[in-house]
Structure formats: structure tokens, C-alpha cells
């Protein structure tokens, strides 16, 4: 109990000190609540820093770049060799897509500007997975690429179409703000055409059906993702996603369609006065593909709901040798750059002729793997020299041309000069400040695999 007249003496509740040391204490309260300067600066320091550090944490919304279309084309060609009527047309649509999201509801509030998805046509090898990879990076959003075959109806063993949205949040990193403005690329798209082109009598589980799960992912719907937890334990964690603003890019080689398309162009007309057109013989894959019509897909297999919601067709002509050999040298990070890098982290310069990149991009065609199979090619190639010329500390350049790479000839050696030589100059470029000296081949190549 308090005496009459008895002043109460407080302390700090998180140092102890008392008022007769520190003075005035800040209560809370409770009487016996109580809290220094010293501790009270304390508190605010450690709670500032403990901001700052969940501020690192929180996701960051950044917006796509804004390109115009002559930009993405130019970046495109940066990568990718030829196919620039897909391009041009990849161009106007990505930009047409982020404008859409970024327009002001309100001043276009009596006009509703629809999703226009992207259906890539052209065989394998070709670069359809590549020219959607590249456009997320130049616009510098997520990315994800899903198999359209593994997809089944929800129900069936399988991987269900919200799975897609599952890999885009995690190419995020967990941001459903910023996935929710990305890109989804599904390949094999046509392996899921239904059945004969028509109604199928039984389930098709991975044809029809999956069309019909893709639909409102791809025309924009709110979706429950899977963002932690496992769903087989019953224990996982979901969130929405919306995925109106989401760019669904769907590929695939569609073998056959071009007659479709050939059939309907030279039958044009009836009676004697129909003209038979046989110019489309010669009109290659994108050319004819100009002419495509929603019913051509639909004859193919794709159901009319799902073409109607892929209203940008781009099609892909397949690569010649000179757009193979250019594929090789030409883009940024390409393969021949690669494997000189690769070469010269040994300091070794490593060339290879024009002959030398035709005969890579000859194999690639006989293999009929376009694009896909050139690095297999040309890792096959010169496996062992990556074997064997590391260990020899004397190489300085390694010349191949395409005898060797036909596996019928030997691969260009050249040594550095002996170490006791006074006379180099040590302020030359590499070029000039050794003696390149043949000696011996090794004969490596195809031969060697074998």
C-alpha cells in the first residue's frame, strides 16, 4: 500500500532502471508499464530495420517496357535469323496486348478492348518456342512454357491446365500482380486437335476436352493457383489468379494443314468459268498460311471456341541452309560464339571456315531438325576435341572446316612457339606476338565417334 505523501519510483520494464537514474520514463497503460529514451530509441532502430528488410521481400510490380512494334522487330532480329512476316506480326500484337493494358479505363469506358491471343503455325525446329521466349525477355515479363500433350481434363491423370498458371507465378517469383500481365507459351498445340476433325464418340481426354479446359484460362478468368502446400496431402495453399491480361502464345507444327489451305485456294469457283489456281504450289508455308481461314483450323481438329479465341495466326517457313548457316554466326549468343568462348577460356582461338558452318547446316537438314539440332550437331562434332586439346597447354588455334566436320579430314592444329624465344613483343596483340606453326593433326571428327 502507498503511503501518504510517498512519491512511487518506476522503472524502465526493459532496462530496470529506475527514474532516480535516467529521469522520466514514458507509461503505458498499465502504471507498472514503463519505458525509457534509451530503450524507446532502441525499439524504433530495431523497427526500422525490420521494415526495411520486409520491404526487400515484398514484390515489386514493374511494368512491361514500352516498345513500339518497329522496336520489338529490331530486338527480335537481335536473336532470331529471318521469319519476318512472324515477326512483324508478333510485333503488332504483343504491343497491341500491353497497350490494351495499360489504356485508361476511363477514357475508353464505352469501348471494351479484347484479348487477341497468338496461334504460331510451322514445323519443327523453326523457332516458334524461341520467338515467345524473346518476347518476354525484351518486354522483360514472366515466361512460361508448358507441353500441351502432358495436359489432361481435370479428373485425369495428368497435369491440369491451372498447373500453366502455377509455373508463371513461380517464373514471378511468387508476384501474382506481375504474373498476371506475363506470358504463357504452350507448344504442341495441334496434338490435341479432336479426333478425326469431327465429334469423337468416346472421352478424348487429352484432345477435346483439354480445348475446352484451356478456353477460359485463355480468354481471362479468375483462377485458384497452387502457391504452397501439397494438393495430394489435401494441405495446399491457393491464391487468385486473373488471367484477362495474360498473353497466351500456342504453337505448333499442324502437319497437313497447308493442304487444307491448298485444297480450298485451287478449288476456287464452280462451273466453267472457276479458275484453278496452281500458283500455291510454289508459295512457301507462311505465304500460303496468309490465306488461312478459321474453318481451316477447325477442319484440322481445333474447335471453334478455342481458334476463335487465337485470333493472331503468324505461320513459320522452314529453315534453309542458308538461314541454318546464319543461325550459327549471326545472332547474339549463338552457338559458334558459345563454343569460342567455351575454347578460348582455355586461350585457345577456335575457328570455323564457311565451309565449315554450311556443312553443319547441311546436317541439321538431312536430320531434319532444323534449328533445334544444331548444337547436338555440333557438340557431336567436336566432342573430342573439347577432350582431348585442354589437356595440351602448346595449342594455341584449333581451325575446322568441313572436311572435318564430314568426319573426313583432320582438324587444323597450331602451337605456340618455345618459351625460350626473346624476341616476342610483349605490347602486340595476340595475333602478332606469337609464330603460328603447323605441326601435327589430329585427325578427330565423325570418324572418331564411330
Known sequence: ????????????????????????????????????????????????????????????????????????????????????????????????????????????????????????????????????????????????????????????????????????????NGDIKKAEKGIIYIDEIDKICRRSGGSSSGRDVSGEGVQQALLKIIEGTISNVQTGGNRRTGHAEFSQMDTTNIL????????????????????????????????????????????????????????????????????????????????????????VSQFKSLFDIDKIDLTFTDDAIHALAKKAIELKTGARGLRAILEKAIFYLMYEVPSDKSISDVIIDANFINGLSSAEIIRRPEEDNTLINIKSSRATSRKKVPEQQIVLGDEALS
Not at 518497329?70 to 497491341?96: C, H, M, P, T, W
Not at 518456342?129 to 515479363?141: E, G, N, R, Y
Not at 478459321?294 to 471453334?304: A, M, N, V
Not at 505461320?315 to 549471326?330: F, G, K, P, Q
Open 1 to 172: 500500500m502507498q503511503k501518504n505523501n510517498e512519491k512511487i519510483e518506476l522503472e524502465c520494464s526493459f532496462c530496470g532502471r529506475s527514474t532516480l537514474e535516467i529521469g522520466q520514463l514514458v507509461t503505458g497503460e498499465y502504471a507498472n508499464a514503463c519505458i525509457c529514451k534509451r530503450c524507446a530509441r532502441r525499439a524504433l532502430t530495431v523497427l526500422d530495420i525490420q521494415k526495411k528488410e520486409r520491404a526487400k521481400t515484398i514484390p515489386i510490380h514493374d511494368e512491361p517496357k514500352d516498345l513500339r512494334p518497329i522496336d520489338i522487330r529490331k530486338k527480335l532480329d537481335e536473336f532470331i535469323i529471318g521469319q519476318d512476316s512472324a515477326k512483324r506480326k508478333l510485333s503488332v500484337a504483343v504491343y497491341n496486348h500491353y497497350k490494351r493494358i495499360n489504356a485508361s479505363s476511363e477514357t475508353y469506358a464505352n469501348v471494351i478492348l479484347e484479348k487477341s491471343n497468338i496461334l504460331l503455325l510451322g514445323p519443327t525446329g523453326t523457332g516458334k518456342t524461341l520467338l515467345a521466349k524473346t518476347l518476354a525477355t525484351i518486354l522483360d515479363v514472366p515466361f512460361a512454357i508448358s507441353d500441351a500433350t502432358a495436359l489432361t481434363e481435370a479428373g485425369y491423370v495428368g497435369e491440369d491446365v491451372e498447373n500453366i498458371l502455377s509455373k508463371l507465378l513461380q517464373a514471378a
Open 248 to 335: 497466351f502464345i500456342c504453337g505448333g507444327a499442324f502437319v497437313g494443314l497447308d493442304e487444307f489451305v491448298s485444297k480450298r485456294i485451287t478449288n476456287v469457283g464452280i462451273g466453267f468459268n472457276s479458275k484453278l489456281s496452281t500458283d500455291n504450289e510454289n508459295l512457301s508455308f507462311s505465304k500460303l498460311m496468309d490465306d488461312i481461314y478459321p474453318d481451316d483450323l477447325i477442319k484440322f481438329g481445333l474447335i471453334p471456341e478455342f481458334v476463335g479465341r487465337l485470333p493472331v495466326i503468324a505461320a513459320l517457313d522452314a529453315l534453309d541452309e542458308d538461314a541454318l548457316s546464319r543461325i550459327l554466326v549471326e545472332p547474339k549468343n549463338s552457338l
